[in-house]
């Protein structure tokens, strides 16, 4: 009788010992991350820098732990002092790709209601400027922009309930754009002249929005 018992006890006691050992895996972060931020900017190296403020919107999906990349578009209006007569405004639109690296994470738990991070981001991309001059009395301007590129680099962080969750990005951006400058005599007394450009904009940025990560 023992004979037979025994390829039922281990039978049992085999099925009993992987449920015994399997632990619960952790839960893996979401991979898809919608954002829309309020970004405000302004130069750097310059004695007068022009203040920029727009809104940015991004989705991110993370391929692997810990390393994401984002789709981003900005749109950003600048407006110079109004000590300036007669001023320029003018702005820019941005389209490009954002990789990020999380250094930092504390995921959330039974106890802790909020996931939080602090990642290093790089950004790269085409941009595409526009300028609106002011009325002249003798001279008609125009001001045609060219897309160019920019590049850039910086650091945030993240807060996260559920889906829900704000963030906060700060970065260094440098941007190369074309400019073409055409005046023209409204008299008619010399011909138009037409003036090529390509200005180099250093600019530090700061983002803050709300996210969707699903």
């Known amino acids: 009788m023992k004979v037979l018992l025994l390829p039922v006890i281990a039978l049992v006691s085999g099925l009993a010992r992987p449920a015994q050992a399997q632990a619960p895996s952790p839960a893996r972060d979401p991979a898809h991350r919608f954002g829309l ?6 130069e750097a190296f310059v004695r ?4 920029m403020s727009g809104v940015s919107a991004s989705y991110a999906y993370a391929f692997v732990d810990r390393l994401a990349i984002a789709a981003t578009a900005e749109v950003s209006f600048w407006y110079p002092s109004k000590s300036i007569d007669s001023p320029y405004t003018g702005g820019r639109l941005d389209l490009g790709l954002c990789p990020r690296v999380t250094i930092l994470r504390n995921r959330r738990t039974s106890e802790t209601k909020v996931a939080a991070e602090l990642y290093l981001l790089a950004m790269g991309g085409v941009t595409w400027p526009w300028v609106t001059v002011p009325e002249r009395r003798a001279i008609s301007e125009k001001v045609d922009g060219e897309r160019g590129w920019y590049v850039g680099a910086g650091a945030g962080a993240a807060f996260v309930w559920t889906h829900w969750g704000v963030f906060v990005e ?10 073409t400058t055409t005046v023209t005599a409204l008299d008619g007394s ?3 002249v037409a003036l090529q450009t390509h200005p180099v904009e250093h600019h530090v940025t700061g983002t803050i929005g709300v996210l969707l990560v699903l």
Do not use: K
């Open 37 to 42: 931020g309020i970004v405000g900017t302004t």
């Open 48 to 51: 007068q820098p022009a203040p």
């Open 170 to 179: 700060v970065a260094y951006q440098l941007h190369r754009v074309g400019l």
């Open 190 to 192: 010399q011909p138009p």
